[in-house]
C-alpha cells in the first residue's frame, strides 16, 4: 500500500495520508557539521520544500535557522519518522538527533 | 509534474466546491473522506474557509471578503450575530473571551471556531445581506484593497467604482477562477498613497495623462509586489496608463496573463512578483499588449506619488482615525480597534452606532481599524460620548494606534509564536512606560508570527516577526526586529536588524531603541530619517535586547499546545475533531 506524503499550506506541514505530522516551528538538534559551526545545530523549522521516502523513512528538505549562531539555510533532508506496516510513526524529533539524509554515505 | 494542489485544482475547483461543501455539512465532519482531507481543504479556501492549525481539527476559520473595506448599513450587525452565534470555540481568550471579530490588513473580516456543519446557515445568512466568502482565500481575485474611505473623502480619481465593476467582474468568473497563486489587487483614487498598492500583486494608483490634448484621470498600473516568504517585493511600473472605463479589461488581461504564464509546478515560485522578477516589466507589459488586451495600450500617465503621505514617515497619520470631514460635509469617524480584534456585542454596539450616528455603513481600513462613516456634524459629539469610544478611541495612545498583528499560533498553522494577545501587551505596557520622543505622535509597530508577512511588517516603524531562541537553555518564544520600513513616495523594506530576541526582552529594545534615537537625533527629524542614515552595523547595535516589568505569558512554544490559552494545553488535551455539536469524535485509530 502506498502512503501519501504531501508538504502543504505554503511549506507549513507535512501531511501523511491526510494528516498533518509535522509542523513549522519545531525544534529539531541536528548533526550537520557543514550547515553551521556549533557542535549540534540548534534548529527551527521554518519551511518544508520537499519530501521523500528513503526505503521506509520519510524525510523532508526543511529551510530553517541554527538559532545559536544565526546560520540560516537549507541543512538537507531531514528523517522525520518512518512507514512500518504501511502506517507512519513519528520519531521523537524532540529528544533525537536528527542527521540529514546526505550525510550517511 | 505538477502539484498535487494544481491537480485537485484541475478536479473540482471554484463555484463548484460549494455544493460538495454544502453536502459535507449535511453528513458531518466525518463524511469528508480521510484520504481526501488535504484536497478538500485545499479547495474550501476558495470559499473563504482555512481549516484551523494542529489540535484544532474540524474547526475554521472563515474569512469573509468586503471590498474596499466597504459594510453596508446592516451588514456590520449580521457580521456581529454570525460572530456571535457561530464562531465560539471550546476555549475562551483571556485578552477577547468569545465570539468575536477580526477586521484584517486586507479590509476583511475572520471569524473562528467555525463548524462544518454550520457553514450552510452561514453562507445564507451571509448571502441574504449581500455578503460572501467567495474567493476570500485560495487561488484567485482576493477582497481588493483601497482607500476605505473611497466615494467619501477627497479624491484623484474615483476608485470605488472601479473596485465595484472589477468585483462584480471577477468574483466567481469561471475564467479567473483558478490562478496558479493568490492574487491581490489595490485600486487607489484618493492622493495620499492609502491604498498600498506597493505590496499588492496589481495595483491601480492614480494618474493622469494628456490625451488629444485633454487631460484624462486615471490609473497607472504596477504590478508584482507582496511581502511574503522572506522575498518582499514592491510593485513594478509596467508603463501602463488605463482610464477607468477600461480598467476591467486591463486587469483582467493582466490575471488573464498570470493564469497562462504563472508557475503552477512550483507554488513557492507562483506569485506573480517572481513572474515580473524572471521577464521584467517590459516583456510583461509586451505578452501584455500582444496576447492579452486587445486595444492599444497607453504609456503611463504622469502620476502623484509625490503627494504620498500616507505611512510615509512624517507626522501625518494617513489611518483615518479620528473626526474627518468628507465631500458631502458630513463626517466619518475612525476608531481604532486594537490588534483589530472586537468582541461580538462591540461589534453589535458598532452597527448600533453606525445606524443611530451614521448610515449604517462602516468601513475597515488596512490597519484593522473601522470607519463610522456620514455622520452630520450637529450629532458628532454625541457619537464621541457614546461608551464604546472609551475602547475604541478616535485618539489613542500612538502605541495602541500603531499596534497590528496576525493571526499567530492561536490558529494559523504557519505561525512560529504567538501573536495577537502578546501584541496587546507590549501596547499597554509601552504606552504606561515609555514616552515617545518630543513630537513623535505617529508610531506603527507590526507583529507577524512568520515571514508570511499578513501583518505587514516589513513596512512599519518596528517591524516583528516570529523565531526561537533559547534563553537560559530553554527554548523561548523570539522575534527578529526589523527597522526601516514604509511606505510614501519612495517605499522601503525594513532591514531584519534584531535577530531572535527573546519576546519579553522586545518592550526593553524598543524603549531603548527610543531612548537612543532622542539622544542622538538631529533636530526634528522624524525616526524613519534617522533609521535611514545609519547603517545597517549601526541599526544592529541600536537593538539592546533588556528585561523590563514587561511580562509574557506566552515564552513557551505555544505552536506546541492545541490552543495556547487553555487550562490543560496539551495537545492530547484537545477536544478536536468536534462534531456539529462540539462533542468531541473519537479517532478510529
Ligand atoms: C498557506 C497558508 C498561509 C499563507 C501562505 C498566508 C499568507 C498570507 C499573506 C502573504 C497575507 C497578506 C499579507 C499582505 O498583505 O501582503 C495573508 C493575509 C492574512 N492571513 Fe494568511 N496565510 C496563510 C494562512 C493563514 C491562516 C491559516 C490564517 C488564520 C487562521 C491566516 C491569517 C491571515 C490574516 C489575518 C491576514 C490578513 C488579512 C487578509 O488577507 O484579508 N493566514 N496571509
Ligand atoms: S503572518 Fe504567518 S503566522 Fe501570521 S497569520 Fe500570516 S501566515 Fe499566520
Ligand atoms: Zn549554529
Redesign the interface.
Known sequence: MSV?L?I??????L?V????RV?????WRLDAPEFCDCDLV?F?A??F?EVSADGREVAVTTYG?C??C?ESGVPGRLPVGRIREG?YEGYDRQHVVLRPIERRG | MPTDVERWKSEVYGNEIREHLFRFAEEGWESIPEDEHDAWFERFKWWGLYHQRNGQESYFMMRIGTPNGVLEPGQTEVVAEIADEYARGPETNPEFGDGYVDWTTRQSIQLHWIKLEDIPAIFEKLEANGLSTQQACGDSWRNIVGNPMAGKAPEFVDALPVIEELNETFKGNEDHANLPRKWKVSVTGSPDGSGQGDINDLALEPASKEIDGEEVRGFNVRVGGGLSRNEPRLARDIDVFVRPENAVEVAGGISALFREHGDREDRYNARIKFLVDEWGPEKLRRVLQEDFVDFELESAGEDIREQYTYNAGGEEHGDLIGVHEQRDGNYYVGLNVLVGRMGADDTLELARLAEEYGSGEVRISQRQNVMITDVPEADLDDLLDEPLLEDYSPDPHPFMRGSVACTGTEFCSLSIVETKNRQVRYARWLKENVDLPEGVEDFHIHLSGCTASCAQPQIADISLRGMKTRKDGEPVEALDIGLGGGLGENPQFADWVGQRVPADEVPGAIENLLATFEDNREGSETFREFIARHDEEELEEFIEPEETSYEDPYMHNTKMTWYPYAEDDDMDASPAPTDGDGNSIVADD
Not at chain 1, 23 to 27: H, I, K, P
Open positions: 501519501a504531501r502543504l499550506d505554503d511549506g507549513a506541514w501531511s495520508d491526510d494528516q498533518r509542523s513549522v516551528s519545531e525544534l540548534d527551527i521554518e519551511g520544500t535557522k538559532i545559536a544565526g502506517s
